[in-house]
């Protein structure tokens, strides 16, 4: 029997992979055959999840990716056993919750550079022939956010909107490098930032009320991971410069 989204042996780097997503990301994917080099600012975390994958050639580089001189020197550390990646997963990512009366260009300028610089840093250097495996597939996590408004998240936002309004130009210009390149764009994820969330609202009901506009309810890491290893996968050789949408049915409102 064949499996389309077998990724023994292939080494995807996931960014975010200390927690939420990113860890659910980078545990699925090594269940698949995957080698996970994982990539987050804390330490501790990353070790905890790799504690968490399936035996396989798997590493950790803590690393922050707001310092973006700097990602260069990560990928080539990476590589530089002669390694090289065959996919990268940006699911690494900040939010404040902010009023844009109150939005100070700091805060603006963290969220861009973790969610959307670090990421076109991140293509730009997997797309040099030294690093990959004679291409490869990115799929960068955006949000539904990207597509409707949230209070006190214009930042986060724009950020996402920015990652799917890059995917499309870069999949054009990737695509003579065999490198497909798209994004998932998932609507409320039970993680860390969830259970953050539904403390500051103080609503019972926030899961009930969810329901009303998400209609299949609240969604795990792995319904994330699922779509990206599909995206990483044989599977979506004809697939790129487009976004997923796993959100539950929120956007079909």
């Known amino acids: 029997m064949i499996n389309p989204m077998d990724l023994s042996g292939k080494n995807i ?143 986060y936002c724009a950020s996402k909107g920015a990652l799917e309004s890059a995917i499309r130009p870069i999949a054009l210009e990737m695509a003579s490098r065999n490198i497909r390149v798209n994004s998932v764009a998932p609507g409320m994820i039970k993680t860390q930032i969830y259970d953050g969330l539904t403390e500051i609202v103080n609503n019972k009901d926030f899961e009930k009320d969810l329901k009303k506009r998400q209609i299949l309810g609240l969604g795990m890491p792995d319904d994330v991971a699922y779509a990206v290893a599909f995206l990483l996968s044989d599977a979506a050789r004809f697939i790129t410069g487009t976004t997923i949408i796993v959100d539950g049915g929120y956007s079909a409102h």
């Open 13 to 155: 780097l996931v960014t975010g992979a200390s927690s939420g997503i990113g860890k659910g990301i980078a545990v699925f994917l090594s269940k698949l055959g995957a080698n996970i080099i994982m990539v987050a600012r804390n330490e501790e975390k990353l070790k905890e999840t790799s504690k968490e994958l399936e035996s396989g050639n798997h590493s950790y580089y803590p690393f922050d990716l707001s310092n973006l001189n700097e990602i260069e020197g990560l990928i080539d550390n990476i590589c530089s056993d002669g390694k090289k990646l065959n996919g990268i997963v940006h699911s690494a990512g900040i939010s404040r919750t902010v009023p844009v009366q109150y939005l100070k260009l700091d805060d603006l300028n963290s969220i861009m550079s973790v969610n959307f610089y670090s990421f076109i840093e991140l293509v730009k250097h997997f797309s040099k022939r030294k690093y990959n495996d004679n291409g490869g597939s990115v799929v960068a996590i955006s949000s539904i956010s990207s597509k409707v408004g949230a209070r006190g998240l214009s930042a």
